[in-house]
């Protein structure tokens, strides 16, 4: 097969899993507030209860690996929550590279070198994706990204940011915990919390954007301005 990695999404790809199990171990499955959202309701936990449960020191944004290195949820049959599995796995052997002005590519992993599953020519790396069902989650992700890349932004215009009582109220909040500020919002207008995941999704972005409107960003954990978005193990 002639490697045309970095690839688009037209390029040739495909890959047959066999289940093996081997890409489940040792890897460091990074997470959005949507994947742990879909996470923590397959398994009937508040995202917060999720979080302390099974991410990497209850932070949210790692999931936790057992004492072998393997994924928490990785189970005799397999992988335990394999219809919200995040992103990072529905990609594999994938990575996903996105720039702040949406240019997209991806990489190719080698995976383990006992690995069962396959290489093919068959298909391309959108009939991948689709397949996987990884564009919802892909959606999803580009729009936090969008989101940290504009909040960066109020960081570095803001001078003098000044007060407010929704920045008072946003000091206690854990931005990245949808369940947590969905329910301080509803409680503070008196809405009712919507049910639907993608619904709690717009939701949750809304109060985001509206966090950085309001207040100058100065609540957003500051980082370098990584401008590229990478989802790859």
Known sequence: MVDQFPASRSTTFGYVCRRCSRCCQHKRIQLNPYEVAR????????????RRASTVDGQGTV????GDGTCVFLGPQGCEVHGDRPLVCRLYP????????????FTRHEGHPQSEGEFTDRGTVDGFLEAQGA????????????WLCRAHEQIAGTNDATGSDQTDRA????????DLMIAEHCADTAE???ADIEDRLRLHLNLLYD???????????????????????
């Open 135 to 146: 564009k919802p989650f892909m959606a999803a992700q580009d729009s936090y990204f969008r």
């Open 39 to 50: 996470l923590a309701r397959a398994r009937k936990q508040s995202t917060t209860e999720f």
């Open 192 to 194: 009712n919390e919507p």
């Open 63 to 66: 999931l936790a690996q057992k």
């Open 171 to 178: 000091v206690g909040v854990d931005l990245l915990d949808i």
């Open 211 to 233: 966090l950085i409107a309001n207040n100058g960003g100065q609540h957003v954990a500051e980082k370098p301005q990584d401008r590229t978005n990478e989802v790859t193990q």
């Open 94 to 105: 994938l990575g996903r590279h996105v720039r702040a002005d949406g240019f997209e590519y």
